[in-house]
């Protein structure tokens, strides 16, 4: 097993977040059936994230259309910062050893194919935040509609200790 995140050899995730100037915001309430993230043994399943910012979605549209690639990849590493903030809700990210999966889902317009490049917005951040413990394997998948018109959404699967 990988060393927790705040363990000996890990990250700090909370000291990096602090140095980024970052801070994890509440959890967003669901917005149906389920719950944020479940933990199940040794993983926490986060459920997918929008880019909520103090509980509204700072921009709808399909990606390639109303929105930019760029804004988008923005937007994903606002899903990934309510990913961590998930996690920390559940078990604290003093527990987390690895960021294990990310599926990322973007909303976009016909002919839009850069589906990777927004969804490094998300990889980035965990990077950025855990260092090696938050490279993971990865999805990124174009659709035609997401919730709440959101252009991005992004779930993922952690390792805790």
């Known amino acids: 097993m990988t060393t927790p995140i705040a363990g000996e050899g890990g990250v700090d995730a909370y000291a990096k977040l602090a140095e980024m100037g970052l ?7 669901p917005l149906a059936s389920y719950v944020p993230a479940v933990q199940s043994g040794n993983y926490v399943y986060v459920s997918g994230q929008l880019p909520f910012v103090d509980g509204k979605l700072p921009q709808t549209g399909k990606v390639g259309a109303e929105v930019t690639a760029e804004q988008a990849a923005d937007l994903a590493r606002i899903c990934a910062i309510n990913a961590l903030a998930a996690i920390d809700s559940l078990v604290g990210l003093g527990r987390l050893v690895k960021i294990v999966k990310v599926t990322g889902f973007v909303a976009s317009a016909p002919g839009f194919t850069g589906q990777p490049a927004v969804v490094n917005g998300a990889s ?3 990077g950025d935040v855990l260092g090696e413990q938050g490279r ?9 509609e997401l919730p709440l018109g959101t252009p991005v959404e992004v779930e993922v699967i952690a390792e805790v200790a």
Not at 23 to 29: D, I, M, S
Not at 136 to 143: D, P, Q, T
Request: glycine letters at 6%; proline letters at 11%.
């Open 124 to 126: 980035n951040l965990f």
């Open 23 to 29: 801070t994890l915001p509440t959890v967003v309430p």
């Open 136 to 144: 993971h394997a990865r999805s990124a998948v174009g659709v035609s």
